[in-house]
C-alpha cells in the first residue's frame, strides 16, 4: 500500500479542545514533489492540523507516518529531525537579528565557541539565491517588508533540509507580483522533490499551482479531488450547504445614519476614509490584510489617533483618540484580536461581561457587584454561553462563547453602533451562526453593525452593503445583491487608486 | 481569583480545600508548627502580639505594594517614601512647631506626590516602572536625607503612641496593620479603582478598549501605594519615637516578596490582601522564630533566603497542577496530582525548616547558665566581629548562654530583635545600637521587664541602661586631628571621610575631629564626605575627591574601613606623599600599619569591649553593682607599637 515517493500520510486524526471538537478523523497524505492544497473555512481545522505536523498540538487519536513509519511528533525538535518546516501567517522571526542569523537561529555554525559570521553569511548567502531573493544576510530583519520576511522564512526552512514545507496561507498578505514570485519559488521546490502543503483561500490559486486538493470541513476531511476540479464544486465541498442556511442574514428596514465618517486619514496609515453606517442595517469592510481595515476602526472608536477628517454619531460629531467619547457617544468595539485586545483572560466570564459597565455601575467609588452579577447573567444566559458558571475563567472557554463574552460587554452597555473586527475567525460552524444571529437581533432593534471580515463569503452573506479597502483607501463600495466573491476580490487587489504613497512598514 | 470567598463549612474538608487552595496559608501554618515544636517560647501570646508588631511595617507597605502588582506595575521606592514622610513628619513638628495634626497631613501628602509622581512617569512619560519607582527610591531617600540633615528627629509623643500599645498589651501596629488591610482587602475587592486594578493587570489593551480610563488609573494606584508607605513609615517612626532618614532601608524586597508569597503574580491581575498578610506573617514568623532558636544571623539570612524561595515554589507548584483545563475532567488526575504537589512540598518545607534550624541554632536548652542576648548593630564590619569575639570568648569562660543576632545597621529590625530578647526571658541584654535614639523605646521595655540592659559601644538616649561600655569617640576624634597635625607638621591640605550620616560613632568622631584641627590652623580641610564606614565607598570617594584634589598631603578616616578604601585610591601616594589616619584599630588596620600605608589608627578595642560588656551583664545578673560608665581607652597605633598592640 505504501508509495515509495510518499513522504507523508495522516490517517483518522482527532483532536479535542475543551468544548469544541477541531478535528474528527482527518485523512492526508503528500508525495515527494507535489504541491498538496489544503482547501476550508476558518476554523474548519486547517491550522490544528498543520500545528500537529509541526508538533505544537499531540494529536488524541489516530496515526502520523513519515516514510511509511508512524511517529509521534512532540515538539518543534521532533518536526525538525523528521524534515518538517512549517511557515505560519504570523513570522517567526527575531527582528533585530540579521537574515543569516535568523535563518540559523540556534543552529549558527560555530568555531571554537564562537558564531562563525563568515560562513553563517556565506550559507545564508546560498539559501537567498535559491529562494531568489535579493536581500543582504547581514541586513536586519526589522528592516525587511512582509514578501521579504516571508522569503527569509522559506530560506530557513531550505536550511534545514525540510522534504515537507507548510505553507499557511502565504499569499494573504502578498501583492500579485510577490505572489506570482513566491508561486516560481514553490515550483522549483517542488522540482526538487520538496512536498509542499498549501493553505489557501484564493481558489484561483488551487489550478495555478496545486497538484491534488483535500477539502476539511467540521474537523472532517471530506473529499480529495484533483486541483483541475471547478470552483463551484470545490465550494460546495468547503461549504457543504448552500451559502443561504450559513449566513441567515434578515434585512429590515434601514433608518437614519448613525455613524458618519468623513475624510479620514491617519498620514502613511489610511486616506479619505467616508463611510455612512445607518440604523438597522450592516455594513462590511472586505480587503486584503493590511489594507488599513482594523486601522480605521480603531480610529474610530477612539483607539487610535488620526490626522483628519471626522467622525460622527447620530450627528454629534466624536472627540478623536478618545476611547471614553466614542463609547459615551454608544459605540463599541469587538477587537480582531480577542485574547490579546478583547478579554482579561484570567478573570472570570462575569468581571469581563461587566467590563464596559463598570463605571457605571459605580456609585461613589464603589461597584455595585450584586447588579454587575445579575446583569452578567442576564446576558450570558441570553447569548447562550457555554460554561460552568460565571465564576468560570475566559481563558477555558471556546473560541465561539470567549467571543460571546466580548460582544456581551458591549451588549449590556446598549452599543448603538458595535463595529466587529473579524468576529468569527477561529470559530466553529455552530457559534459562527449563533453570532450572525446576534447580529440579525441588534440590527432589529436599530443598532447599526460594522463588521470587518477576511472571510469572503461572510462579508458577502451578512453584510447589507461591503465597502473594499485596498491600500488604506475605499476602492470601492458594493450592494451586498451585487457583490460576488470576484466583484469584491477585484477591488481589494486595485492599484489604480490616486494611492502613490507606499503601504507603511508594519511591525511584527 | 480575584473575587471567590470561600463558603465551605467549618468541616475537615473545608479546611483541607482552604490550605490546597492557598499555599501561602499551608505553609504559614508549617512554620508555626515547626517553630512551636522546636522553642517554648514562640507560642506564647506575648511573642504572637511581637510577630504580629514586627510583620506591620512590612505588611502595610506591602499591601500598597499590592495593588500595584496586581496591576501589573512595581513599586521599588515605598521603603524610601516611607521613610521620607516620616521624617517631613518629624521635621515639621518637632523641628518647625507645625501642629501634629497637620504634621501628620504633611506626611500623608509626601506620600501621595511620591506615589503621584511615579504614576505620572509611569503613565504619562512612558517609563517603565521598575526604573521611574527606583529613580524615586533614590529621590525620596536623598529627600529624607536632605530634610532631616541625615540625623534623626525625635518624634513628636502624640503620634509616639502608635507605636505603643492599647491597655498594656495590645500593641497599636497590629491594629493599625488591621485597619489598613481591611481598607486593602475593601479597595480591590468592591471598589471601581480596585477592579480596574486586576482588569489593567490582567490585560491592560483589553481593559483600554473597555473603556477604562488606564492612565487615571495608573496615577492613582501609585498614589495609593505612596499613601500606604506613608502610614508605614509613621508607624516605623512611632515604635523608635524617632524619624530615621534611612529607616525602611531595603524594605521594598521584602514588600514584593510578602505580595508574591502570598500568591499574587508579577505579571498582574492576581493578588489578594489577605495573602499579602499571610506573606508578611511568614517573613516575621521566620525572623522572630529564628532570633528565639538562637540561629547565627548569617544563617538567618540564608533560611530566610530558602523559605521565600520554597514558599512561593509551593504555591507555583500547585497551581500548576491545578491548572489542567477544567472540562478535563476536575477531580480526576488532575487533582490528585495536585494534592500530591502540594502535600509533597509541605513535607518538604517542614524537613528544610526543621532539620535547618535545629541543625543551625546553637544548643542552649535545658542548662542553667544565664542567659544573655547581645544585639550588634551589623555584623557587615571588622570591629563589630570583634566586639562578637570578645564576647563571646568571654561568655564561654564565663559559662554564660549568649544569644548574638544582627540588626543588619536597620534600627526597627534591632526593635524586633530586642523585643524577641525581653519576651524570650533572658537574664540580660547587651545591646549596641544602630540609632542611640531609636533603640530607647525598646531599652524601656526591657527595663519594665526588669532585664538588666548594658550599651556597648553606643549609648541609649532616653532610657536607662545599667552600663555604658565605650571608647570615647570624641576624644578619638581629638587624637586622630592631632596625629595629622603633627604628621604634616601644622601645616597642608587634608580630607576628612565621615561615617554613615545619622549615627552617633559618626557625629562624635566628627565633632572630635573639628575639635582636635582648632589646634592646627595652618591645617586646611578641603573636603569633608561622608563614605558611611565602607570599604567601597571609601574607595570610590576618595577617587572622586583626587580628581577635584590632587595634592592632598592627608586624609582622616572616621574607621579604618573607609582609611583601607582610600589608601587604594591612593595607590603608591599612600604612606608616602599623603599620610592616612584611620579609627578602630581592626586587624586589617593594624597590618596597613604595620606595611606603613596608614600612617595610623586611633585603636578602640573592640573584644575588649565585648568582654568587659559580658563582665557587666553578669555583674548585674548576679545582683551586684555596676558602673554605669566603663571607658575602654583608645590609643593611636603606628608603626612604632603596633607589634605589641592587640585588640
Avoid at chain 1, 520538496?194 to 499551482?209: K, N, Q, R, S, W
Avoid at chain 1, 486619514?265 to 463611510?275: A, K, L
Wanted: hydrophobic share 45%; aromatic share 4%; glycine share 12%.
Amino acid at each position: 500500500m505504501s508509495d515509495k515517493d510518499e513522504l507523508l500520510r495522516i490517517e483518522g486524526i482527532r483532536k479535542t479542545f475543551p468544548g469544541v471538537v477541531a478535528l474528527d478523523g482527518v485523512d492526508f497524505d503528500l508525495r515527494r514533489g507535489e504541491v498538496h492544497v489544503l482547501l476550508g473555512e476558518n476554523g474548519a481545522g486547517k491550522s490544528t492540523l498543520i500545528k500537529m505536523l509541526s508538533g505544537a498540538y499531540h494529536p488524541d487519536g489516530g496515526r502520523v507516518l513519515v516514510d511509511g513509519e508512524e511517529v509521534h511528533i512532540r515538539g518543534a525538535q521532533d518536526a525538525e529531525r523528521l524534515g518538517i518546516a512549517t511557515i505560519y501567517q504570523e513570522f517567526n522571526l527575531v527582528p533585530d537579528l540579521t537574515v543569516a542569523e535568523n535563518i540559523f537561529l540556534g543552529r549558527q555554525p560555530r568555531r571554537l565557541g564562537m558564531i562563525d559570521r563568515k560562513t553563517m553569511e556565506a550559507d545564508a548567502e546560498v539559501l537567498l539565491k535559491r529562494v531568489g531573493v535579493n536581500v543582504s544576510p547581514r541586513a536586519r530583519v526589522r528592516e525587511l517588508g512582509i514578501a521579504r520576511l516571508q522569503m527569509v522564512e522559506i530560506a530557513k526552512a531550505l536550511s534545514l533540509d525540510a522534504r515537507v514545507l507548510i505553507m499557511d496561507e502565504p499569499t494573504a498578505v502578498l501583492t500579485s507580483e510577490e505572489v506570482d514570485k513566491l508561486f516560481a519559488i514553490v515550483r522549483s521546490l517542488r522540482e526538487d522533490g520538496v512536498g509542499i502543503v498549501f493553505i489557501t483561500h484564493h481558489l484561483e490559486e488551487i489550478a495555478a499551482l496545486g497538484d491534488r486538493v483535500t477539502v476539511i470541513r467540521d474537523g472532517k476531511s471530506v473529499g480529495q479531488v484533483p486541483a483541475t476540479t471547478p470552483e463551484d464544486e470545490l465550494v460546495r465541498l468547503m461549504v457543504g450547504r448552500s451559502i443561504e442556511q450559513q449566513y441567515p442574514r434578515e434585512r429590515g428596514d434601514t433608518g437614519p445614519a448613525l455613524l458618519k465618517v468623513e475624510g479620514l486619514t491617519r498620514d502613511g496609515v489610511f486616506h479619505d476614509v467616508s463611510f455612512e453606517v445607518h440604523a438597522g442595517e450592516v455594513v462590511g469592510i472586505a480587503g486584503l490584510v493590511g489594507a488599513g481595515r482594523t486601522e480605521v476602526v480603531r480610529a474610530v472608536f477612539g483607539a487610535d489617533p488620526y490626522d483628519k477628517g471626522t467622525v460622527q454619531v447620530a450627528g454629534a460629531a466624536l472627540r478623536g483618540h478618545d476611547v471614553g467619547a466614542a463609547m459615551a457617544a454608544g459605540i463599541g468595539l469587538v477587537p480582531e484580536d480577542r485574547k490579546g485586545q478583547g478579554l482579561v483572560l484570567d478573570q472570570s466570564v462575569e468581571e469581563n461581561l461587566g467590563l464596559v459597565t463598570m463605571r457605571s455601575a459605580t456609585r461613589g467609588g464603589l461597584v455595585d457587584l450584586k447588579g454587575q452579577r445579575a446583569a452578567a447573567a442576564r446576558i450570558a444566559e441570553q447569548l447562550g454561553v457555554r460554561m460552568a458558571g460565571l465564576h468560570q475563567q475566559v481563558r477555558t472557554l471556546s473560541g465561539g462563547n470567549q467571543q460571546k463574552v466580548v460582544i456581551g460587554k458591549w451588549l449590556l452597555a446598549d452599543t448603538r453602533v458595535l463595529i466587529l473586527d473579524e468576529p468569527t475567525r477561529g470559530i466553529d460552524v455552530g457559534a459562527k451562526v449563533e453570532i450572525y444571529q446576534l447580529v440579525n437581533e441588534l440590527t432589529a432593534q436599530g443598532a447599526a453593525v460594522l463588521m470587518i471580515s477576511s472571510d469572503l463569503p461572510e462579508v458577502l452573506g451578512m453584510s447589507d452593503r461591503v465597502l473594499v479597502m485596498a491600500q488604506g483607501r475605499i476602492a470601492g463600495e458594493l450592494d451586498a445583491d451585487q457583490a460576488t466573491q470576484d466583484s469584491v476580490m477585484a477591488l481589494a487587489v486595485s492599484t489604480n487608486t490616486v494611492n502613490t504613497e507606499k503601504e507603511a512598514p508594519r511591525g511584527h | 481569583m480575584a473575587t471567590d470567598t470561600l463558603r465551605s463549612g467549618a468541616s475537615a474538608g473545608g479546611l483541607r480545600r482552604l490550605l490546597l487552595d492557598n499555599g501561602a496559608l499551608t505553609a504559614l501554618i508549617v512554620l508555626v508548627i515547626a517553630m512551636s515544636a522546636l522553642s517554648g517560647d514562640f507560642l506564647t501570646t506575648d511573642n504572637l502580639l511581637n510577630v504580629g508588631v514586627q510583620a506591620a511595617v512590612t505588611a502595610i507597605l506591602a499591601f500598597g505594594v499590592t495593588f500595584v502588582i496586581v496591576s501589573a506595575g512595581i513599586d521599588l521606592s515605598v521603603g524610601s517614601v516611607a521613610a521620607l514622610s516620616a521624617t517631613v513628619l518629624a521635621w515639621s513638628a518637632t523641628s518647625h512647631g507645625v501642629p501634629v495634626f497637620v504634621a501628620v497631613v504633611l506626611a500623608v501628602v509626601t506620600g501621595i506626590a511620591a506615589g503621584l509622581v511615579n504614576g505620572f512617569l509611569i503613565a504619562y512619560g512612558k517609563l517603565p516602572p521598575f526604573i521611574a519607582t527606583l529613580a524615586m527610591l533614590s529621590v525620596a531617600r536623598g529627600l529624607s536625607l536632605v530634610i532631616s540633615e541625615g540625623s534623626p528627629i525625635a518624634f513628636p509623643d502624640s503620634v509616639s503612641h502608635l507605636g505603643d500599645t492599647l491597655g498594656g498589651w495590645l500593641p497599636v501596629p497590629v491594629l493599625v496593620m488591621v485597619l489598613m488591610g481591611l481598607i486593602a482587602a475593601f479597595v480591590l475587592g468592591r471598589t471601581y479603582i480596585g477592579r480596574s486594578m486586576y482588569a489593567i493587570g490582567g490585560n491592560e489593551e483589553a481593559a483600554r478598549l473597555s473603556g477604562l480610563r488606564v492612565q487615571k488609573q495608573k496615577l492613582a494606584i501609585y498614589a495609593l501605594s505612596g499613601v500606604f508607605a506613608a502610614v508605614a513609615g509613621v508607624v516605623l517612626a512611632a515604635r523608635l519615637s524617632s524619624a530615621q532618614p534611612q529607616a525602611a532601608d531595603g524594605y521594598e524586597l521584602d514588600a514584593i516578596a510578602a505580595v508574591v508569597i502570598g500568591g499574587a503574580s508579577l505579571a498582574g491581575g492576581t493578588g489578594k490582601a489577605s495573602g499579602t498578610l499571610i506573606g508578611a506573617l511568614i517573613l516575621a514568623v521566620l525572623r522572630n522564630g529564628l532570633n528565639l532558636l538562637n540561629v547565627s544571623a548569617f544563617w538567618q539570612q540564608v533560611v530566610i533566603g530558602v523559605v521565600i524561595a520554597l514558599a512561593v515554589l509551593l504555591d507555583t507548584v500547585r497551581r500548576k497542577a491545578g491548572a489542567t483545563p477544567v472540562a478535563a475532567g476536575a477531580g480526576g488526575p488532575g487533582g490528585k496530582g495536585r494534592q500530591a504537589a502540594t502535600y509533597g512540598l509541605a513535607a518538604v518545607v517542614t524537613v528544610a525548616i526543621v532539620g535547618a534550624t535545629s541543625f543551625l541554632h546553637n544548643d542552649s536548652s535545658s542548662t542553667a547558665n544565664p542567659k544573655v542576648g547581645l544585639s550588634l548593630s551589623t555584623l557587615n564590619n571588622p570591629f563589630f566581629v570583634q566586639i562578637r569575639s570578645g564576647a563571646q570568648a568571654e561568655a564561654k569562660k564565663l559559662g554564660v548562654d549568649l544569644t548574638v543576632t544582627d540588626a543588619q545597621n536597620d534600627a526597627s529590625q534591632q526593635a524586633n530583635q530586642l523585643q524577641n530578647f525581653t519576651s524570650s526571658g533572658l537574664g540580660a541584654i547587651i545591646v549596641n545600637p544602630v540609632d542611640s535614639d531609636a533603640a530607647s523605646n525598646s531599652v524601656k521595655a526591657a527595663d519594665k521587664a526588669k532585664i538588666p540592659v548594658i550599651a556597648v559601644d553606643r549609648g541609649v538616649n532616653n532610657a536607662r541602661t545599667d552600663a555604658l561600655v565605650a571608647s570615647d569617640n570624641v576624644t578619638g576624634g581629638e587624637l586622630a586631628a592631632k596625629t595629622i597635625g603633627e604628621k604634616l607638621g601644622g601645616k597642608g591640605k587634608i580630607v576628612i571621610l565621615q561615617g554613615q550620616a545619622g549615627t552617633s560613632a559618626a557625629r562624635e568622631r566628627a565633632e572630635g575631629f573639628t575639635k582636635g584641627l582648632k589646634a592646627y590652623p595652618g591645617i586646611q580641610v578641603v573636603a569633608q564626605q561622608p563614605a558611611d564606614f565602607d570599604r567601597t565607598k571609601g574607595l570610590d570617594v576618595m577617587s572622586n575627591l583626587l580628581q577635584a584634589h590632587p595634592d592632598v598631603q592627608g586624609v582622616i578616616a572616621a574607621n579604618d574601613e573607609m582609611a583601607l578604601g582610600a589608601i587604594k585610591a591612593l595607590g603608591s601616594k599612600a604612606g608616602k606623599s599623603v599620610s592616612v589616619v584611620g579609627f578602630d584599630g581592626t586587624p586589617d588596620g593594624l597590618n596597613a600599619v604595620k606595611d606603613g600605608t596608614l600612617y595610623a589608627s586611633v585603636a578602640q578595642q573592640p573584644s575588649q569591649l565585648g568582654k568587659i560588656a559580658v563582665d557587666n551583664a553578669l555583674k548585674a545578673i548576679d545582683g551586684k553593682k555596676v558602673e554605669e560608665m566603663i571607658k575602654v581607652p583608645v590609643k593611636v597605633v603606628t608603626k612604632e607599637n603596633v607589634a605589641g598592640f592587640t585588640g
